[in-house]
């Protein structure tokens, strides 16, 4: 079992720069674990933002692309997002995940908005 807390989200303007946080308490070891940030705005589907696998390889969706970057920390069971040039649709609720084979965790997200 893995709990996951996000945290760091808020209001920020346009532009602006956010770091998202995912705590993560488990029995078992962070580091086996490949990580991802999703997101969801009001009347959308959850989408990818940003995923990092237990080696370290990192995969993005295409519209943050180079205004996002993921990182972990194995050493403080932690997940980062950080946001660059943020844009008001970026707007959304996002959330932690970690997967290992069958097993898929989720956190309770954190909001994020972008507005002036």
């Known amino acids: 079992q893995v709990q996951l807390v996000e945290s760091g989200g808020g209001l920020v303007q346009p532009g602006g720069s956010l770091r998202l946080s995912c705590a993560a308490a488990s029995g078992s070891i962070f580091s086996i674990y490949d990580m991802g940030w999703y997101r969801q705005a009001p009347g959308k589907q959850r989408e990818l933002v940003a995923a990092i696998t237990s080696g370290g390889g990192t995969n993005y969706g295409d519209s943050v692309k180079g205004r996002f970057t993921i990182s972990r920390d194995n050493a403080l069971n932690t997940l980062y997002l950080h946001m660059n040039s943020l844009k008001p649709e970026d707007t959304a609720v996002y959330y932690c995940?970690?997967?290992?084979?069958?097993?898929?965790?989720w956190g309770q997200g954190t909001q994020v908005t972008v507005s002036s």
């Open positions: 995940n970690a997967k290992f084979r069958w097993r898929d965790y």
